[in-house]
């Protein structure tokens, strides 16, 4: 079903769905305002390759797009120095790969969410190398292991480990 600009979709007669029209990348999605507030917009790269639904949401103040279907599981193999941002990174991540030298995984802020989360999982081998991770309010690297997993909750300011 087709919905055209700023019409409805009403479900069950329970349910009202507003929808932007056409769709976006998460770079082009408008900035989260008033004005879309309860709107959904369809993005074709979310988390990188997925396509799927975002609503725009507020905390407090702040207006956010925030994915429908928060959990998306990807393996990365890491060779260098990684940024991990929200809506265009997966939000569980399974890091592989041999490290040769220290390696970061640095959280963005960039489009984060009040409770916005990344599972990093490493599963690769130290080498010689080390891995940590890094963000907003985390000022020292988490340092990972093989067989690490680490939970990393947005605040609404920084990154807190979970």
């Known amino acids: ?3 055209a600009s700023n019409e409805q979709l009403t479900i069950n007669n329970l349910t009202t769905a507003k929808f932007l029209p056409d769709e976006y990348t ?3 999605l408008p900035t989260p305002s008033q004005q879309w507030l309860g709107y959904y917009a369809k993005v074709t790269d979310l988390y990188g390759d997925k396509r799927d639904l975002v609503l725009c949401t507020r905390s ?3 207006y956010n797009w925030e994915p429908v279907r928060p959990i998306y599981a990807k393996s990365m193999e890491i060779a260098g120095d990684v940024t991990l941002y929200p809506l265009k990174s997966p939000s569980v991540v399974f890091m592989t790969g041999t490290l040769a030298a220290a ?4 959280l963005s802020n960039e489009m984060a969410w009040n409770g916005c989360q990344f599972e990093v999982a490493f599963d690769g081998v130290l080498g010689l190398g080390s891995l940590g991770v890094l963000g907003a309010g985390i000022t020292t690297a988490i340092p990972f292991l093989t067989g690490s997993r680490k939970r990393f909750v947005f605040d609404g ?3 807190k480990v979970y």
């Open 1 to 3: 079903m087709e919905i």
């Open 26 to 28: 998460v770079a082009t």
């Open 60 to 62: 407090g103040t702040k």
């Open 103 to 106: 390696r970061k995984v640095n």
């Open 157 to 159: 300011s920084v990154w």
